[in-house]
């Protein structure tokens, strides 16, 4: 007896490091790939404890959603801290990035 069993949207948490610099991105880029092997439906970024990101974590960052997004896998950011918000509001870039609360409800900023 054969069964067609559906795969759960799988999901997986990436807790950054504190300083999203060029120095740190050789660690994310292992764990992206990772996810991208596993085919996650879903990606997060746990935020809350990231003090600061420099141009090359914002432009890395750009990067990875388009990454993901080619392989169908949505990414969210979590928990932005308060510096980390200031910088996608600066840059505009709350704007392109889904952006939640530990609870999974959407961040709006005003």
Request: net charge neutral; aromatic share 4%.
């Amino acid at each position: 007896m054969v069964r067609n069993v559906e795969a759960e949207a799988v999901s997986r948490m990436v807790q950054p490091p504190q300083h999203i610099t060029q120095a740190a991105l050789a660690a994310l880029d292992l764990q992206l790939a990772e996810a991208m092997l596993q085919k996650v439906a879903n990606l997060g970024f746990n935020m809350s404890q990231v003090q600061s990101i420099d141009s090359a974590g914002l432009n890395w960052l750009l990067s990875a959603q388009n990454r993901l997004a080619q392989q169908g896998i949505h990414m969210v950011l979590h928990d932005p801290s308060p510096i980390c918000l200031d910088v996608f509001v600066a840059t505009r870039l709350e704007q392109r990035f889904k952006l939640a609360t530990g609870t999974g409800q959407e961040l709006r900023h005003a």
